[in-house]
């Protein structure tokens, strides 16, 4: 499905956000900056998908980037995108369920907007905590629920109804934007996705939402 899209992706991505993502992902960035700033550090981007935040932290320090993802077309346009910028970054073809990378070995993981894709969210997120280094941070971005009923009503029209129409149009595969609302009326509200990374291990969980909650970020550390 993913490889179907791959060549639209960022158009859509862009376009029926209104360009928000952009800004939610350089918040991910900012949010990471004490780690990106050094060049002694290691951060894994899973389900980098087109290379989008991998280039946002990329441009915001100096630390190690690697980008993983199992969707080699979407890949592909990831080292087009970072040379287009002239910079280099390794990105893997990889399982998020099955990392190919030893027991702590990055300062910082992040994922955007993949989690959910999983067919095991809290096999996941273990899997974020296994390569983390003690003291590591983990930062996840993800469509969520918000708590305002307006906000949420006309999200939801838009999300169900016009999303799927739109993107099926331009991208010429329309279950694809139908399994988009989908995936996220099934995935962990954000308290429930805070405390299930509390359950994996991870200590000093938090969570921001934006956008008035249909977005949030948390955040969390493993222990020492």
Known sequence: ???????????????LS???????????????????????AQV????????????????????RIVGLDFCRPMLDIAVSKVSRFGFS?????????????????????????GLRNLTSVEAGIKELLRILKPGGRVAVLEFSRSQAP?????FTIYFT????LFGGLISGSKSAYQYLPD??????????????????????????NLTGGIAALHLGTRPY
């Open 1 to 15: 499905m993913f490889a179907t899209i791959a060549a639209h992706y960022d158009l859509l991505n862009h376009l």
């Open 18 to 40: 209104g360009n928000i993502d952009k800004r939610w992902r350089r918040l991910v960035a900012k949010t990471l900056s004490p780690i990106l700033a050094r060049s002694d």
């Open 44 to 63: 894994l981007d899973v389900a980098c998908g087109t290379g989008d935040l991998s280039l946002a932290m990329l441009k915001g320090g100096e630390a």
């Open 89 to 113: 970054l390794p990105f893997v073809e990889g399982d998020a369920l099955d990392l190919p990378f030893a027991d702590r070995s990055f300062e910082a993981a992040t994922i955007a907007f």
């Open 150 to 154: 307006l906000l949420r009503s006309i």
């Open 161 to 164: 109804k016009l999303l799927p």
């Open 183 to 208: 995936s996220v009326s099934h995935f962990p509200n954000q308290k429930e996705l805070a405390d299930l990374m509390t359950q994996a291990g991870f200590e000093e969980v938090t969570f921001r």
